[in-house]
């Protein structure tokens, strides 16, 4: 069975700046890297299994 990849970059963007957070803070938070991070805000990477 095909797995979905999901891209929510536009929502963890939304999500970080209403929490007033840098992009280092809230991937310290999500226990991800900031490269990481940033590839999924840009819609670059899927987001993780654990993040769904």
């Known amino acids: ?3 979905q ?3 929510a970059g ?3 963007r939304e ?3 209403r ?3 840098t992009q280092r803070a809230f991937a310290d ?3 991800v890297s900031l490269p990481y991070l940033s590839q999924m805000e840009n819609n670059h990477r899927p987001v ?3 993040f769904c």
């Open 19 to 21: 929490a007033k957070l």
């Open 29 to 31: 938070r999500l226990g």
């Open 5 to 7: 990849k999901i891209y």
């Open 1 to 3: 069975m095909a797995t």
């Open 48 to 50: 993780s299994a654990g």
């Open 15 to 17: 999500t970080r700046a």
């Open 10 to 12: 536009a929502a963890l």
